[in-house]
């Protein structure tokens, strides 16, 4: 059974950082790309990153320069850095496993029914 467990959200001041984790299981995390989507109070969910399972990387234009995705396979681990956070990067962060082509991710889940609890991120001063 895939698994996704999310960590790392907090109450952060704006221009603050986080480092939010995403711990795996239940399948081979190398042979996947991982992605982070986010949802706000009365949003839809959005796609934020995806990185490869080759560790190529796309960021949703509102997070671009401002975010960075990365992974330690030996830990079964995403990571995404969260820097000069904006009030309206307040959501509820998940990832969850995503689509992948020629070493490509899109930041679109490959599965509906494999989603974690989620962190939460609040940017307020």
């Known amino acids: 059974q895939w698994q996704f467990v999310e960590s790392g959200g907090n109450l952060v001041q704006p221009g603050g950082s986080l480092r939010l984790s995403c711990a795996a299981s239940?399948?081979?995390?190398?042979?996947?790309?991982i992605g982070w989507f986010r949802q706000a109070p009365g949003k839809v969910r959005e796609g934020v990153s995806c990185?490869?399972?080759?560790?190529?990387?796309y960021y949703a234009d509102s997070v671009k320069g401002r975010f960075t995705t990365s992974r330690d396979s030996a830990k079964s681990t995403v990571y995404l850095h969260l820097d000069n956070l904006k009030p309206e990067d307040s959501a509820v962060y998940f990832c969850?496993?995503?689509?992948?082509?020629?070493?490509?991710?899109?930041?679109?889940?490959?599965?509906?029914?494999?989603w974690g609890q989620g962190t939460q991120v609040t940017v307020s001063s």
């Open positions: 969850t496993a995503t689509l992948q082509l020629d070493g490509l991710c899109a930041i679109r889940e490959l599965r509906t029914d494999a």
């Open positions: 239940g399948f081979s995390l190398d042979s996947y790309a």
């Open positions: 990185i490869s399972s080759s560790h190529n990387t």
